[in-house]
């Protein structure tokens, strides 16, 4: 990847400055819709638990979330400090006081209703729906003042590290960790973060059917991705963080072959495999 040039990083800069949630002004004071449209990622946070009844409402949050067919293919495993120290000895990534692991679980569907094998099928519809109840849950806690980060990488938290999660929790076949997410109090007097790079909405939600997006707006993306990320981490290298992206994908499929589709040495076995 190209360096940005000074003129580059600066316009780049600019713009994910500049940039702000689009809603019509009719709608715009919505507080359902602006708690959806500011929440921010956040990485730091204060050393305060969540509060008993704050936690019980964020996976009740979870628990509520819209599903395919009402089939609720997750399961929530929530971690305090300890608790998550205890289970993968390390401590609970970003210093957050609580975490909920998300788990996209079809065993209990398929325990319920005898459906056929379907690994494939099984694995997105899991996915799916996990990933549906992770986002209402970060949202529960925006609403209710709280920060949230979902992790999926960091500290080994998610599906890039899911065959080594599956082996240390003892999970059974068709139950996948996805992503983690960690909750707590934002630090006091900090602005709340910028909007990351997001394409535009004529590049997402295209008029009159799908096409390829414009090369000019994925390259004015691409800048602005390399600028904020340059920015964030003390002018560290955008394209050495993609190269170690891309090892830890090689590293993950292999795991996810296994645990999804049987694949792998322990395959003809009997492994955890077989699909979701």
Same mark, same amino acid.
């Given at each position: 990847m190209e360096r940005l040039t000074k003129r580059q990083l600066v316009a780049s800069l600019a713009r994910i400055l500049a940039a702000r949630p689009r809603a019509p002004r009719s709608v715009a004071g919505n507080p359902l819709l602006?708690?959806?449209?500011?929440?921010r990622t956040r990485r730091r946070f204060?050393?305060?638990?969540?509060a008993p009844d704050e936690r019980e409402a964020i996976l009740e949050a979870g628990r509520l979330a819209p599903s395919t067919v009402n089939l609720q293919t997750w399961t929530f495993l929530p971690?305090?400090?300890?608790?998550?120290?205890?289970?993968?000895?390390?401590?609970?990534?970003?210093?957050?006081?609580?975490? %909920?692991?998300?788990? *996209?679980?079809?065993?209990?569907? +398929?325990? #319920?209703?005898?459906?056929?094998? $379907?690994p494939l099928c099984d694995h997105t519809v899991g996915v799916m729906n996990a990933s549906l109840a992770a986002m209402s849950m970060v949202l529960?806690?925006?609403?209710?003042?709280?920060?949230?980060?979902?992790?999926?990488?960091?500290?080994?938290?998610?599906?890039y590290d899911a065959a080594e999660?599956?082996?240390?929790?003892?999970?059974?076949?068709?139950?996948?960790?996805?992503?983690?997410?960690?909750?707590?109090?934002?630090?006091?007097?900090?602005?709340?973060p910028v909007m990351p790079p997001k394409l535009p %909405?004529?590049?997402? *939600?295209?008029?009159?059917?799908? +096409?390829? #997006?414009?090369?000019?707006?994925? $390259?004015?993306?691409?800048?602005?991705?390399?600028?904020?990320?340059?920015?964030?981490?003390g002018g560290r290298s955008f394209a050495g963080q993609l190269a170690h992206y891309a090892r830890r994908i090689g590293e993950a499929e292999a795991?996810?072959?296994?645990?999804?589709?049987?694949?792998?040495?322990?395959?003809?076995?009997?492994?955890?495999?077989?699909?979701?």
């Open positions: 602006r708690t959806i449209l500011e929440r204060r050393d305060e638990d969540v971690f305090d400090r300890e608790q998550w120290r205890r289970t993968f000895s390390r401590p609970l990534p970003l210093g957050a006081p609580w975490a %909920v692991m998300i788990l *996209a679980d079809t065993r209990r569907a +398929r325990r #319920a209703f005898e459906f056929p094998a $379907a529960a806690a925006e609403a209710l003042g709280l920060g949230s980060c979902l992790l999926s990488e960091t500290g080994k938290t998610g599906f999660l599956a082996d240390v929790l003892v999970l059974p076949a068709g139950v996948l960790p996805l992503v983690t997410a960690v909750f707590g109090r934002p630090l006091s007097g900090r602005p709340r %909405v004529e590049a997402v *939600a295209p008029a009159g059917g799908y +096409r390829d #997006a414009d090369a000019a707006v994925l $390259a004015a993306w691409r800048r602005q991705m390399q600028a904020g990320y340059q920015a964030a981490t795991g996810l072959r296994r645990l999804v589709l049987g694949d792998g040495p322990d395959a003809a076995a009997g492994g955890r495999g077989k699909g979701l």
